[in-house]
């Protein structure tokens, strides 16, 4: 079966660099979550969309933004990386009324 | 708001034991409970879920029940194997319309299982 997809799965980049998440969700799921996972840490939600509409926001930076496009792909954009921003980041879909799926996840090292 | 508190961990335990993984939430309404499975460099896994009070889920031999009365979903499994071995994540959802909303997690628990 399809899963979600995450991509790149390992990300290196520099303070104050600016990094792009892309995230394919499960064929006909309408609805995307972002989730960031810090060393040792649960996932902490940031932002979800449904049918390429915001519909929650969580405890995201600023300097985060996201968006779902037509294809239901959603990305993620960080600017101004700072070291803290290192983290595993979930991309989870759903289809109305069940259950959220993870992807595998995209490593983030700030150095 | 939503929280979800797990017994501190990690738990480390022979093949064949009994394994119990406490769980309490704090919520407003009534949430849907999940418990899902990391393991080693890979995505979260949905391990069994419950939408309502009295509610059993269960699955690959683990069991876990909501109880609204203890506010709890206690993670439960009767004789554990090596493979078992991961992060395990309590989790909790409200309905937003008639979809789940966000997951609120708590701070998993690693279980090591030694042959």
């Known amino acids: 079966a399809a899963g979600v997809i995450q991509s790149p799965r390992h990300l290196i980049k520099e303070k104050r660099e600016t990094a792009t998440l892309k995230c394919y969700p499960i064929p006909r799921h309408d609805t995307v979550y972002w989730y960031q996972q810090g060393p040792g840490q649960d996932p902490q939600f940031l932002i979800s969309f449904y049918e390429k509409m915001q519909s929650d926001k969580g405890s995201i930076p600023d300097r985060f933004s996201a968006q779902q496009f037509s294809d239901y792909h959603s990305e993620l954009n960080m600017s101004s990386l700072e070291l803290g921003d290192s983290a595993l980041y979930f991309c989870a879909s759903s289809s109305t009324g069940n259950e959220q799926f993870f992807g595998p996840g995209t490593r983030l090292t700030v150095l | 708001g939503n929280s979800v508190t797990q017994m501190e961990g990690p738990v480390t335990l022979s093949e064949e034991a009994f394994l119990t993984i406490n769980c309490t939430y704090t919520?407003?309404?009534?949430?849907?409970l999940f418990w899902y499975v990391q393991y080693p460099g890979e995505g979260l896994q949905l391990l069994l879920k419950a939408t309502k009070a009295d509610d059993k889920g269960s699955n690959k031999g683990f069991e876990a029940t909501y109880r609204k009365e203890t506010t709890s979903f206690h993670l439960e499994k009767g004789s554990v194997q090596v493979s078992d071995s991961a992060v395990y994540f309590c989790a909790l959802s409200d309905k937003v319309g008639t979809s789940y909303g966000k997951l609120t997690f708590g701070q998993g628990t690693i279980l090591t299982v030694h042959p």
């Open positions: 919520a407003t309404g009534y949430p849907s």
